[in-house]
């Protein structure tokens, strides 16, 4: 049974509100691992996100690569949990 063990949260500057749903995504994780990296270790850390195709990314906008090769530097794996079954994100 999954649980959270930490909440965090912050508001978009005013560039950050024009993003994409995508960049969203992936500036709230940015901001997740930077936040926590400290507790991370050398474990694998599972993050539960739409943003799978990260590491294989090939040619997008310039802000997602750079954010992608930043994440690269942490051992995370990425696992999606489909709408209907995650009602962990309901809370």
């Given at each position: ?31 997740l ?18 943003l ?40």
């Amino acid at each position: 049974m999954l649980h959270p063990i930490a909440y965090f949260s912050r508001l978009f500057d005013k560039h950050q509100e024009s993003y994409t749903t995508v960049e969203k995504e992936c500036v709230a994780l940015l901001h997740l691992v930077r936040m926590f990296s400290v507790y991370f270790g050398t474990e694998s850390i599972i993050v539960l996100s739409p943003l799978q195709f990260l590491k294989s990314m090939g040619k997008h906008n310039s802000k997602l690569l750079r954010w992608s090769l930043e994440l690269q530097e942490y051992n995370l794996e990425v696992r999606h949990i489909p709408g209907k079954l995650n009602v962990l994100a309901d809370f």
